[in-house]
């Protein structure tokens, strides 16, 4: 295992200077290996989410640095924080947000055609996303003919199927069912396992947060617990 | 094709409502737009033909003194000769020979001072609007003697009506008395109240044999093949004249009427300019409610690592091809009214058609012009308007970082 992730002293403040100013991340110090299976957790408004993003490169920190695979995201001009995003990094977001006009296969393939994949090489590894997804059948439809548990299938493939090196999943199962949120965690872990993909997610759920191998607890925008489970 | 702009299309395919409005919305104002202008520019030849055709004409040839002292020392010499001589001008449609003066119309109990005139009949039939003019009786011909055609305004001053007669009393060109008794042949009503009650016309052939005026005019009246090119025609012809003959356009010789056709088309312009804005400012707010409704999809796809200038590139493919087609629609449109209108002018009828005489208009028919250049300037205008329209929502919406366009409500 090898530094993947590294957060120094990391702080975010929304507002600043404004009555409304919140210190929503405050001196994070983390580290994660490659290829680990992360659940972020702590109570609402503890800074879950707001470390993803500052982690995914979706917003900027207000303090420290964040590198990830050896790369200082934080340094980085938003041009080349996008071509970060597309490259190396695949988000599962909580509302599935897939593209409504394109139909599956076309969102899962989104982002590896900006990517400057051909076509046939596009098809294959929908095909080999798919099969391990168990969504071959639903390739061809929209996300408005798909249920909750299949949109929100499609929106890990699209996250995998470009490989990143890193999966960032705001509570992907928080609109799901309890039977979809254990398969689809399933499925991610075999994702993690096979791919060598490290993923980080968020989660209050306890059935979601004892599946993953490492556990950071975060309250009042803190790190209050940072540890393997066995 | 690049996902982005694939996207783009999906985005225009499968958004009917979103798409249908958008292109309804530039089609309709494209129509407007062309329609209006072809309406206005119509207004513009209709007041043009009007003023120049009731009796002006396109282009003037006078000495270049007449217009200073129109009297007889300054009359164009060999009128006929110069006439033959131009006429063989492909350029020129129709030109004829006049030669204004005053004298004392008398009936019994009546008399008036007025402009008397020898025209050429058949000449002038193309030249001026005086033939068909006809209010009563019948217009002049070749070879007519003693008999005149009056203005209604002046038959009326002298309580004649066709067939009566009335005597003159003039100078000759050789400054000799000349009088006469002529016979009322026809009445004409162009509307123009001061023309209509001032102006009298025998044909030419008798009034140079009364007024010695053989060979001899005060104006020459030319009426382009085309009446759009008269002042480059003026320009042409001017090489071919003596040294002291001057030739002159309606835009130089009716100038007060240039202007108030540039004032109308200020205003028009002013009009044309108010409802531009207003459609920009429609276009405007229904693209940003457009493409603020799709805030959130637009964070996502910046978050998937789509970048700023593809959303940029996709927002604005989208809005060309929306634009182009929607102009292209509405140009087809406008054009179909203005090339129909033009050739069947709205009608408002017998009614107006009074009060329009009342204020020098021939008729109230409201034609409007069919002129594809300015149709395509229209078309240009509005895909330019429309684009324009566009750019401050995409610039805006692209301004936000991922995180903040995700979470906008």
Same mark, same amino acid.
């Given at each position: 295992?090898?530094?993947?992730?590294?957060?120094?002293?990391?702080?975010?403040? +929304?507002?600043?200077?404004?009555?409304?100013?919140?210190?929503?991340?405050?001196?994070?110090?983390?580290?994660?290996?490659?290829?680990?299976?992360?659940?972020?957790?702590?109570?609402?408004?503890?800074?879950?989410? !707001?470390?993803? %993003?500052?982690?995914?490169?979706?917003?900027?920190?207000?303090?420290? !640095?964040?590198?990830?695979?050896?790369?200082?995201? !934080?340094?980085?001009?938003?041009?080349?924080? #996008?071509?970060?995003?597309?490259? %190396?990094?695949?988000?599962? +977001?909580?509302?599935?947000?897939?593209?409504?006009?394109?139909?599956?296969?076309?969102?899962?393939?989104?982002?590896?055609?900006?990517?400057?994949?051909?076509?046939?090489?596009?098809?294959?590894?929908?095909?080999?996303?798919?099969?391990?997804?168990?969504?071959?059948? /639903?390739?061809?439809?929209?996300?408005?003919?798909?249920?909750?548990?299949?949109?929100?299938?499609?929106?890990?493939?699209?996250?995998?199927?470009?490989?990143?090196?890193?999966?960032?999943?705001?509570?992907?199962?928080?609109? /799901?069912?309890?039977?979809?949120?254990? *398969?689809?965690?399933?499925?991610?872990?075999?994702?993690?396992?096979?791919?060598?993909?490290?993923?980080?997610?968020?989660?209050?759920?306890?059935?979601?947060?004892?599946?993953?191998?490492?556990?950071?607890?975060?309250?009042?925008?803190?790190?209050?617990?940072?540890?393997?489970?066995? | 094709?690049?996902?982005?702009?694939?996207?783009?299309?999906?985005?225009?395919?499968?958004?009917?409502?979103?798409?249908?409005? @958008? /292109?309804?919305?530039?089609?309709?104002?494209?129509?407007?737009?062309?329609?209006? @202008?072809?309406?206005?520019?119509?207004?513009?030849?209709?007041?043009?033909?009007?003023?120049?055709?009731?009796?002006?004409?396109?282009?003037?040839?006078?000495? *270049?003194?007449?217009?200073?002292?129109?009297?007889?020392?300054?009359?164009?010499?060999?009128?006929?000769?110069?006439?033959?001589?131009?006429?063989?001008?492909?350029?020129?449609?129709?030109?004829?020979?006049?030669?204004?003066?005053?004298?004392?119309?008398?009936?019994?109990?009546?008399?008036?001072?007025?402009?008397?005139?020898?025209?050429?009949?058949?000449?002038?039939?193309?030249?001026?609007?005086?033939?068909?003019?006809?209010?009563?009786?019948?217009?002049?011909?070749?070879?007519? &003697?003693?008999?005149?055609?009056?203005?209604?305004?002046?038959?009326?001053?002298?309580?004649?009506?066709?067939?009566?007669?009335?005597?003159?009393?003039?100078? &000759?060109?050789?400054?000799?008395? #000349?009088?006469?008794?002529?016979?009322?042949?026809?009445?004409?009503? @162009?509307?123009?109240?001061?023309?209509?009650?001032?102006?009298?016309?025998?044909?030419?052939?008798?009034?140079?044999?009364?007024? =010695?005026?053989? %060979?001899?005019?005060?104006?020459?009246?030319?009426?382009?093949?085309?009446? $759009?090119?008269?002042?480059?025609?003026?320009?042409?012809?001017?090489?071919?004249?003596?040294?002291?003959?001057?030739?002159?356009?309606?835009? *130089?010789?009716?100038?007060?009427?240039?202007?108030?056709?540039?004032?109308?088309?200020?205003?028009?312009?002013?009009?044309?300019?108010?409802?531009?804005?207003?459609?920009?400012?429609?276009?405007?707010?229904?693209?940003?409610?457009?493409?603020?409704?799709?805030?959130?999809?637009?964070?996502?796809?910046?978050?998937?690592?789509?970048?700023?200038?593809?959303?940029?590139?996709?927002?604005?493919? *989208?809005?060309?091809? /929306?634009?182009?087609?929607?102009?292209?629609?509405?140009?087809?449109?406008?054009?179909?009214?203005?090339?129909?209108? %033009?050739?069947?002018?709205?009608?408002?009828?017998?009614?107006?058609?009074?009060?329009?005489?009342?204020?020098?208009?021939?008729?109230?028919?409201?034609?409007? !012009?069919?002129?594809?250049?300015?149709?395509?300037? $229209?078309?240009?205008?509005?895909?330019?308007?429309?684009?324009?329209?566009?750019?401050?929502?995409?610039?805006?919406?692209?301004?936000?970082?991922?995180?903040?366009?995700?979470?906008? =409500?």
């Amino acid at each position: 295992m090898s530094k993947f992730i590294t957060l120094s002293n990391v702080s975010k403040i +929304f507002n600043p200077g404004t009555p409304l100013e919140v210190d929503a991340l405050q001196d994070i110090d983390l580290v994660l290996d490659r290829g680990e299976f992360v659940v972020l957790s702590g109570p609402s408004g503890s800074g879950k989410t !707001t470390l993803l %993003n500052l982690m995914g490169g979706l917003d900027r920190a207000s303090g420290g !640095t964040i590198r990830i695979d050896g790369k200082e995201i !934080t340094a980085l001009h938003e041009d080349a924080l #996008c071509d970060e995003r597309r490259d %190396n990094i695949g988000f599962i +977001f909580q509302a599935y947000n897939l593209i409504p006009v394109f139909s599956a296969k076309e969102n899962i393939e989104y982002v590896m055609k900006l990517q400057g994949r051909d076509q046939p090489s596009c098809d294959r590894r929908v095909t080999e996303v798919a099969k391990k997804l168990g969504i071959e059948k /639903l390739l061809h439809k929209l996300p408005s003919n798909l249920s909750g548990g299949q949109q929100q299938r499609v929106a890990v493939a699209r996250a995998v199927a470009s490989k990143p090196k890193l999966i960032l999943a705001d509570e992907p199962t928080a609109n /799901l069912d309890s039977v979809s949120a254990g *398969e689809l965690m399933d499925m991610m872990e075999k994702l993690n396992r096979e791919e060598n993909i490290t993923i980080i997610f968020s989660s209050h759920d306890p059935m979601v947060i004892g599946k993953a191998k490492r556990s950071v607890v975060l309250k009042d925008g803190k790190v209050i617990k940072n540890e393997t489970v066995s | 094709m690049r996902p982005y702009l694939r996207l783009g299309v999906r985005n225009i395919t499968q958004s009917k409502g979103r798409t249908a409005v @958008t /292109l309804l919305l530039s089609a309709f104002s494209t129509a407007v737009l062309i329609f209006s @202008t072809a309406f206005m520019d119509g207004q513009h030849r209709v007041m043009l033909k009007n003023a120049v055709e009731t009796y002006p004409g396109y282009i003037q040839i006078t000495h *270049e003194n007449f217009r200073d002292n129109p009297g007889y020392e300054n009359l164009i010499e060999n009128s006929d000769t110069l006439v033959q001589r131009l006429q063989n001008d492909p350029r020129i449609g129709s030109i004829s020979q006049r030669f204004e003066t005053y004298v004392l119309l008398s009936t019994k109990e009546h008399s008036v001072g007025a402009m008397i005139a020898g025209i050429q009949p058949q000449k002038e039939q193309t030249n001026s609007i005086l033939a068909k003019s006809l209010h009563r009786g019948k217009y002049l011909q070749k070879g007519d &003697g003693n008999a005149i055609y009056l203005g209604s305004e002046l038959a009326k001053n002298l309580q004649v009506k066709v067939g009566d007669t009335l005597a003159y009393i003039g100078n &000759g060109v050789d400054y000799s008395f #000349c009088a006469d008794n002529v016979v009322v042949k026809g009445i004409f009503q @162009t509307g123009l109240f001061q023309f209509d009650a001032s102006s009298a016309f025998v044909s030419k052939e008798y009034f140079d044999h009364m007024f =010695v005026s053989d %060979n001899l005019a005060t104006h020459i009246v030319i009426y382009p093949a085309d009446i $759009d090119t008269a002042n480059e025609l003026a320009q042409k012809i001017k090489p071919q004249l003596p040294p002291a003959l001057h030739v002159q356009s309606w835009k *130089e010789f009716m100038h007060t009427l240039v202007q108030a056709m540039e004032l109308d088309s200020i205003f028009g312009y002013i009009t044309l300019a108010i409802f531009f804005i207003v459609i920009f400012f429609v276009i405007l707010i229904y693209t940003l409610l457009n493409i603020f409704a799709r805030t959130r999809e637009i964070g996502v796809l910046r978050a998937i690592g789509t970048g700023k200038k593809q959303i940029m590139g996709m927002l604005l493919f *989208e809005s060309t091809v /929306l634009s182009f087609a929607g102009v292209l629609a509405g140009g087809a449109i406008g054009a179909a009214l203005a090339y129909y209108f %033009n050739l069947n002018p709205i009608e408002l009828g017998a009614e107006f058609e009074k009060q329009f005489k009342q204020y020098g208009l021939v008729s109230s028919a409201l034609p409007t !012009t069919f002129e594809p250049l300015t149709i395509l300037r $229209d078309m240009g205008i509005m895909f330019v308007l429309c684009m324009a329209s566009t750019l401050y929502p995409i610039v805006k919406i692209n301004a936000m970082n991922p995180v903040e366009a995700m979470h906008h =409500v």
